[in-house]
């Protein structure tokens, strides 16, 4: 609780990441393409399930934007705020490849489940900061990190 | 053509494999689990998609005694007779501990495709063959490997 209280005054974003491993899998594979989204994974796998916190969103934000997916992203994300979180899937087999492909939950091999946990943050704002509204395919305004943070 | 009719007066039967390999699989352990059913299976694999073939279903119908699924098995190739052909799917990920499994198509770990085909032997002899009925559990007649191809 007062770990919570803190973070919300200091500000700060949680990633936490979860996927289950079938025994048909390689876990270099899965932890690889974990860490193809976001870098700074700490990962741990027990009874077949990955488990990973990271705190660097900023990997995953460019990545969205090289593959020219920020509707996309911004829709799927609007549409998974709960509270201070907002909760997404992704597809396991092309993250393997870097590439974000926002799926249901029963995606193939199963998906990753990646929740964005805010502290003192507007899920909006993180929102407009990974994916923000495009006009012709360019962000209509591009917030800066400091600003997430203000 | 010929060879097909030289096969029906031998009699015999090929068992034909198939299943997807993903990204995030280790083909060595899609390897093994086709081997836990099929130990002489001819094993490749290309463009993600791993195919075999094999002769012995002898290890396979052990199989199918030892884990008590004789009804099931009955049940699930008697339902998938198509001409000279029996067409199951099995669970990938529990064939890595050779346990049969009976799935449908859109099982999120994508199945085992295993097709029995036939040469001169009628597919409700190859089922009685594999899995005869059973009273109490127990097979009323156990066909002998000659008689599979009287």
């Known amino acids: 609780k007062v ?10 974003i949680d990633v ?4 289950r491993v079938y025994p048909t899998e390689d876990e270099e594979k899965v932890v690889k393409a974990i860490k193809n989204f976001f870098p700074d994974a700490e990962i741990s796998i027990e009874d077949d399930v990955l488990r990973a916190r990271a705190k660097n969103i900023n990997h995953f934000r ?16 609007l549409k ?26 029963d995606a193939i ?4 489940k990646i929740t964005f946990r805010l502290y003192g943050i507007q899920p909006e704002r993180l929102i407009d ?17 400091s600003e997430l943070f203000e």
């Open 3 to 12: 770990e919570a209280v803190l973070k919300s005054i200091l500000k700060s």
């Open 16 to 19: 936490i990441i979860e996927t």
């Open 62 to 77: 460019e990545l969205l934007r090289m593959q020219k997916i920020l509707d996309t992203a911004r829709n799927e994300m």
């Open 80 to 105: 998974s705020v709960s509270g201070n979180e907002i909760t997404i899937l992704l597809n396991k087999q092309t993250a393997t490849v870097s590439r974000i492909n926002f799926v249901e939950e």
């Open 109 to 112: 091999l199963s998906p990753i």
């Open 129 to 145: 900061y990974l994916a923000p509204e495009t006009r012709d395919g360019r962000p209509v305004k591009e917030l800066k990190e």
